[in-house]
């Protein structure tokens, strides 16, 4: 009996240590930050896979990004498993391990160095800093667009073999799939442009030809951008230039990506949510970071001939960052483990393949590099477990958040709404004031102390509170919903009106506010 092709055993192997390694996420169940608007409270989903929910897929805004795919493989999943945390999960697992598999694929297909992209596939599938994308269900477009996006990069090898038109239609057809699971792939046709130089060495074809035959990628790209940048828009996630300056970007930009390259050689500390530093930033650890940034990429660039996997793997790592760095301001964090889902691959690549030219060197080196190999991937395993059990439910996640960072206003008000959940208001009171501490100005913290202060009866503290939240933020429906709510309860019926049509302007589907005010007008 023959045996199978080494390349298929490396496959098999990668697959089976990838699901053992995170299998235990699927003991997890959801966490209240960003799961409900995913799923749990998300009715459209919940219906599962309609007509009616294909439309809304292709069209809807919410959470602030258009990504169709994602919305669909969710309704599948509540199809088919309900709400019971343990099959989202499951299946979160099986697309990281699915796209573990297919960029080993594509490497090895790419250079023919089955080892060396077991290796670089290993490095990222088992790497604790997947954690994010993987164990947390609202991340599904994390590991499902890059399962598509490495298909698409497999079928590209493909296409390299031997360029035909039909040969160009799938990765084509990949890439837009990518992007509708999530527009981190927007970067795809650069990194098409970078294997030019390496591995498919075709830059002497002409550099106007190879662009040439990347601009249908870009135009996909470009497209799926414009689409983002309105659901961003239309979700008020942006955050505009007064905020944020350009110096202060360029400064966060500079400082995260050193804080990355730190935390995959030190995967430690880790947590859901990194606060902005703003305009706090040490300008000493700027200049270095910049300077560190500089060098490697000189070092990087002066390494093209001799060793092109560290000018790949640099610059795709740099590259796939752009999106994500900050210079477009979205949300209010300073960085996050799941950003580095696509960018660590390309310096795991170039590890990997100076691993395998130091291999090269006799069988002393070739021992020493498969023993160092294996003690790195081992090492990774109780580090990935640990991080697991940290997303094991919303309390553990934000205690975590909590002790390992410091004014965490999102974690105080998280831990706050998890705790009025469970009925602790005054713990959870206590909560969204130390938020209020870090940031007087956080609208969704004193929509929620509002909240727990009309519960316990303090119904002018609540109301106090809740202004404030509109004031911050004029166009909150829930804080506008809640206060309408608080000031029927006062006796001030024309404000209270006010305030839940307001409400129901920016959400017509918001019930509460629907509710509450058909309750003012009467029979």
């Known amino acids: 009996m023959s045996r199978p092709p080494t390349h298929l055993v490396l496959g098999a192997a990668l697959l089976l240590a990838t ?22 409270a998300n009715p459209r989903v919940q219906d ?84 994010e994308s ?16 490495f298909a698409c990069l497999l079928a590209w090898s493909r296409y390299l073999e031997r360029p035909a038109p039909g040969r160009y239609v799938a990765p084509l057809a990949l890439h837009a799939l990518a992007l509708a699971a999530k527009p981190m792939l927007v970067t795809l046709p650069c990194l098409l442009l970078l294997l030019d130089l390496w591995p498919a060495r075709r830059l002497g074809r002409g550099p106007a030809r190879l662009v040439l035959e990347k601009l249908p990628f870009l135009a996909l790209s470009a497209a799926s951008s414009w689409l983002t940048w309105q659901a961003q828009h239309a979700g008020n996630a942006t955050v505009d230039l007064a905020a944020y300056p350009v110096g202060v970007r360029v400064s966060n930009a500079a400082v995260s990506c050193v804080a990355y390259l730190g935390q995959a050689l030190w995967p430690a500390g880790l947590v859901v949510f990194y606060p902005h530093p703003e305009a706090r930033i040490d300008p000493t650890r ?74 090269r060197r006799g069988l002393a080196a070739r021992a020493a590099v498969a023993a160092a190999s294996l003690a790195a991937l081992a090492a990774l395993v109780p580090l990935t477990h640990a991080q697991v059990a940290v997303w ?23 831990l706050g709404d998890h705790l009025r959940k469970e009925d602790r208001l005054d713990e959870a009171a206590g909560e969204f004031r130390a938020a209020l501490v870090v940031w007087p100005l956080y609208a969704e913290a004193h929509n929620n102390l509002g909240g727990v202060l009309a519960l316990q009866g303090r119904l002018d503290e609540a109301a106090a509170h809740l202004g404030e939240a509109v ?50 007008r009467g029979p």
């Open 286 to 359: 700027v200049a270095l970071a910049a300077a560190g940034l500089a060098l490697a990429t000189a070092l990087a660039l002066a390494a093209a001939r001799r060793r092109p996997w560290w000018t790949v793997g640099w610059l795709w790592y740099l590259g796939t960052l752009v999106p994500v760095i900050g210079l477009v301001q979205v949300g209010a964090q300073a960085r996050a483990d799941r950003y580095t889902y696509l960018p660590l691959v390309g310096l795991a690549w170039a590890l990997a393949w100076e691993a395998a030219a130091l291999a």
């Open 134 to 149: 993987v164990a947390w269900v609202a991340e599904r477009k994390d590991v499902l667009s890059g399962a598509l996006g």
């Open 392 to 414: 094991r439910d919303t309390g553990t996640l934000f205690r975590h958040a909590l002790a390992a960072t410091e004014e965490n206003w999102l974690a105080h008000n998280a």
């Open 48 to 131: 599962g896979p309609t007509v009616d929910g294909l439309r809304w897929a292709l069209t809807a805004r919410t959470a602030s990004n258009w990504h169709p795919l994602t919305w669909l493989s969710h309704m599948l999943d509540c199809r088919l498993h309900g709400l019971d945390p343990r099959g989202h999960h499951l299946s979160s697992v099986f697309c990281h391990a699915l796209a573990a598999v297919l960029l080993y694929g594509a490497l090895g297909r790419l250079t023919g160095g089955w080892w060396s992209s077991a290796l670089a596939a290993a490095l990222f599938a088992l790497h604790p800093l997947r954690t």
């Open 19 to 40: 699901l053992a390694v995170w299998w235990p996420a699927t003991s997890n169940g959801f966490v209240d930050y960003d799961d409900p608007a995913y799923v749990t």
């Open 471 to 520: 004031r911050i933020k004029p166009r909150y429906a829930d804080a506008h919903s809640n206060l309408g709510v608080v000031l029927a309860s006062l006796g001030r019926r024309d404000e209270a009106e006010r305030h839940l049509r307001e409400a129901l302007t920016l959400d017509p589907d918001h019930e509460r506010a629907r509710t509450q005010l058909e309750r003012l």
